[in-house]
């Protein structure tokens, strides 16, 4: 949803936010109304405030739980590391649990979720025949395969069927 809900957005600071406005001439009541609103601009030392129950209200609950161990974890430190330098830390370290969590995903499906004689779906993981010049250890390079029936062997000959 548009931050405005669809109402186009006006300018509180009326006609006199234009410097160019403001050098035409302004009423005493423009003047005044001006210097109130630079007063309002000023932000209170204890801003910006963060009031809990306004959090909870605009995040998700499933949001809360999973932020949860962090947020606690980096309050106790935030005296220690200072506020900001807490917040970025704890913004780092969720995202690289986020990417150690999909890493260690990724491994646990090519190592048992692989496509193999068993199975009729997974990702079937080739690997081409590799390249070997004239002049290195291994050349002319020759397979693996004793015959043509190991080429779509998908483990089967591993397996204790065949044993």
């Known amino acids: 949803m548009a931050q405005t809900a669809g109402v186009k957005p006006m300018t509180i600071a009326g006609r006199v936010a234009s410097e160019r406005e403001r050098c035409i001439g302004m009423t005493d009541a423009e003047r005044q109304w001006r210097k109130q609103w630079l007063k309002d601009q000023v932000l209170a030392p204890n801003e910006p405030v963060h009031v809990e129950e306004y959090w909870k209200e605009r995040t998700n609950p499933i949001r809360r739980l999973y932020r949860k161990p962090l947020d606690a974890l ?14 970025d830390y704890r913004y780092i370290t969720g995202k690289l649990g986020l990417i150690a969590v999909g890493v260690l995903a990724t491994h646990y499906y090519f190592k048992y979720g692989g496509n193999d004689w068993t199975k009729k779906g997974g990702w ?19 397979s693996e395969r004793a015959s043509d029936a190991d080429y779509a062997d998908r483990g089967f000959k591993d397996s204790v069927l065949v044993k």
């Not at 079937?124 to 390249?131: F, L």
């Open 74 to 87: 980096f309050e106790k430190l935030s005296p220690v590391l200072g506020v900001n330098r807490a917040a």
């Open 124 to 142: 079937r993981v080739v690997t081409s025949k590799p390249i070997v010049l004239p002049g290195q250890p291994r050349f002319p390079f020759k």
